[in-house]
């Protein structure tokens, strides 16, 4: 009887009874595989906008290399927007990129990166974050690619560095050829951009344009063009080349 009470107001043991077989515990429950972020897929008023961009890069004078894109505007324009980290679709009329803080910028920063080569014969894009304790060797690379956008006016110039050396451990820096130059760099994490105001004091009276940089937290975009088309290429990226 008052095993019964206690049952029936809750207070009775719950232990299994000696020899009763333990209960199975629940089978677990079949987990979703996570999904993936759906592509971006772009709309016609972006793809316009990176035709658009197209048309501006050459006016402004900015040769493809090798002639022509390596991408299509809708290719372009897929992998601007997943630089942003965009996902999906939009409306038809929808801009996500002219949306952005510098548009043109952003289309002007989008590398091949299948291939890795320079979208552009006079412009490309430099990372620039991991000089510290970098080989002479890359940095007389990174600065003979510098020259080579302004092929074929300094196409027989020759790089040599040195160093570092000295009390404030600058890399000293040989140009020969048609563009002759000695100048030190700095040792640092980042590349001394500096370079570009020592090539542009040392540029030939024959040379026909003027190198220039726009930096944007880990790598720069450098650019070889006539003074006033370095300027509008600015204008359209939205910030001014530094040319030292």
């Given at each position: 009887?008052?095993?019964?009470?206690?049952h029936?107001?809750?207070?009775?043991?719950?232990?299994?009874?000696?020899?009763?077989?333990?209960?199975?515990?629940?089978?677990?429950?079949?987990?979703?595989p996570?999904?993936?972020?759906?592509?971006?897929?772009?709309?016609?008023?972006?793809?316009?906008?990176?035709?658009?961009?197209?048309?501006d890069?050459?006016?402004v004078?900015?040769?493809?290399s090798?002639?022509?894109p390596?991408?299509?505007?809708?290719?372009?324009?897929r992998?601007?927007?997943?630089?942003?980290?965009?996902?999906g679709?939009?409306?038809?009329?929808?801009?996500?990129?002219?949306?952005?803080?510098n548009?043109?910028?952003?289309?002007?920063?989008?590398?091949?990166e299948?291939?890795?080569?320079?979208l552009?014969?006079?412009?490309?894009?430099?990372?620039?974050?991991v000089?510290?304790?970098?080989?002479?060797?890359?940095l007389a690379d990174?600065?003979?690619?510098?020259?080579?956008?302004?092929?074929?006016?300094?196409?027989?110039?020759?790089?040599?560095?040195?160093g570092?050396?000295?009390?404030d451990?600058?890399y000293?820096?040989?140009v020969s050829?048609?563009?002759?130059a000695?100048?030190?760099?700095?040792?640092?994490?980042?590349?001394?951009?500096s370079?570009?105001a020592?090539?542009?004091?040392h540029?030939?009276?024959?040379?026909?344009?003027?190198f220039?940089?726009?930096?944007d937290g880990?790598?720069?975009?450098v650019?070889?063009?006539?003074?006033?088309?370095?300027?509008?290429?600015?204008?359209l990226?939205?910030l001014p080349?530094d040319?030292?």
């Amino acid at each position: 009887m008052i095993r019964r009470l206690l049952h029936a107001l809750g207070l009775g043991a719950t232990a299994p009874r000696a020899g009763s077989a333990p209960q199975s515990p629940e089978p677990p429950q079949p987990t979703e595989p996570p999904q993936s972020p759906e592509p971006p897929q772009p709309t016609p008023a972006e793809v316009a906008f990176v035709e658009q961009c197209w048309a501006d890069f050459a006016a402004v004078g900015l040769r493809w290399s090798g002639g022509v894109p390596r991408l299509s505007a809708a290719e372009w324009a897929r992998a601007t927007l997943a630089g942003i980290g965009a996902h999906g679709g939009a409306a038809p009329a929808e801009n996500r990129i002219a949306a952005l803080p510098n548009p043109v910028l952003t289309v002007l920063w989008q590398e091949d990166e299948e291939s890795g080569e320079p979208l552009f014969d006079n412009a490309r894009i430099i990372v620039d974050h991991v000089f510290d304790g970098a080989a002479e060797a890359d940095l007389a690379d990174t600065i003979a690619a510098v020259l080579h956008l302004a092929d074929p006016e300094f196409a027989a110039a020759a790089v040599s560095v040195t160093g570092p050396i000295g009390r404030d451990e600058r890399y000293l820096v040989r140009v020969s050829g048609p563009l002759s130059a000695e100048f030190g760099l700095r040792q640092n994490k980042d590349f001394d951009w500096s370079l570009i105001a020592r090539l542009n004091e040392h540029l030939p009276d024959s040379a026909t344009g003027r190198f220039g940089w726009i930096g944007d937290g880990g790598s720069v975009l450098v650019a070889y063009l006539p003074p006033a088309q370095l300027a509008a290429l600015g204008t359209l990226a939205g910030l001014p080349f530094d040319q030292g």
